[in-house]
């Protein structure tokens, strides 16, 4: 079997050739609903990493199972991280990416808190540009994109409590379309007061696994409150709004100020919610990181002082929020729908992410 190699400054990636890709006609047929995370590209990036050899092996091969023996330490002490970001396609034909240098800084930081081996830049960013390349065509039409899943977890076969030895960083690729499967002009949200995702001093800046494991009861409990997502306070007061179970979140109010929740450690540093931060500053609009409590959320919907909200992330990008449940009872904020700084702000970040629109900070990477 033929190989071909392209090189970064530390890394030579392999090409494994794909014996049989999704057909064109069959892979047209996916790409006109994928949903969200259902749809796969033909392949992945790997590369292992051991201690003693620090990195190795990189591959871009057919995306298949992964063989792991039962002991392998991931699947008994979650040592896990990830990142999400998307490529776009270009009216060229092309494809671009959105910031992925912050995706590689965050993996870093994610991986030094969980006791991991740091990815260098150069190499995340090259496996992402080699998979973006190859599967290019997996890019829908429209308004779609490819969801770039970069991850790396723990692979030593041993059952002792401590770093792994032994890790393996993989690229998969999904196409994907709205991230929400709802009609609704915005979503809804139930407040969680029995349940908090990160503590001070936890994981809750890292992007790893566990958090999200730790979300899903209280994501259980908002499904079951006819809710599209859930809400958590801080671990400490029960008091502070942090955000939601995978995404940032942002208040405005009727002089045409904004808040969002500072980090601090318990928030995830989002890269959407970073982006939003700039965009608004562009626009004159005076925005702040400072805490904003349930309470005062409750009370400012009922006198009309905040007259929007809205949650943003890479899935979701800029998504409004309409109703605020708990169990306390409900409120709407504003009409129930999207705002004028909701869609502003939408309409602007996702003109640069498109590239409909100009690229003042540089933030747009070409995949040649």
Known sequence: MSKTTSTTSSLSFAHVPHPSPVSAEKRAELLKNPGFGRVFSDHMVTIRYHETKGWYDAKVEPRAPIPMDPAAAVLHYAQEIFEGLKAYRTAD????????????????QSAERLAMPILPENVFLEAVDQLVK????????????????????????????????????????SSVGAYFKTDAPAVSVWVSQDYTRAAPGGTGAAKCGGN????????????????????????????????????????VFDDGSMITPP???????GITRNSLLTLAKDKGIKVSEE??????????????????????????????????RSNDGEFRIGNGGSGAKTEELKAALVGIQRGRTADPHGWIHRVY
């Open 93 to 108: 034909g092309g494809a671009t990416l959105f910031r992925p240098l912050e995706n590689a800084r965050r993996f870093q």
């Open 134 to 173: 190859i599967d290019r065509a997996w890019i829908p039409e429209g308004d779609g994109s490819l969801y770039i899943r970069p991850f790396m977890f723990a692979n030593e076969i041993f059952l002792g409590v401590k770093p792994s030895s032994d890790y393996l960083f993989i690229v998969i690729a």
């Open 212 to 251: 999200y494991a730790s979300s899903l009861q209280a994501q259980a409990e908002a499904t079951r409150h006819g809710c599209d997502q859930v809400v958590f306070l801080d671990a400490v007061e029960q008091r502070w709004i942090e955000e939601l179970g995978g995404m940032n979140i942002f208040f």
């Open 291 to 324: 805490r904003y409590s349930i309470d005062q959320w409750r009370k400012d919907a009922a006198s009309g002082r905040l007259r929007e909200a809205f949650a943003c992330g890479t899935a979701a990008v800029v998504t409004p929020i309409g109703t605020v």
């Open 263 to 269: 980090l601090g450690g318990t928030i995830l540093p």
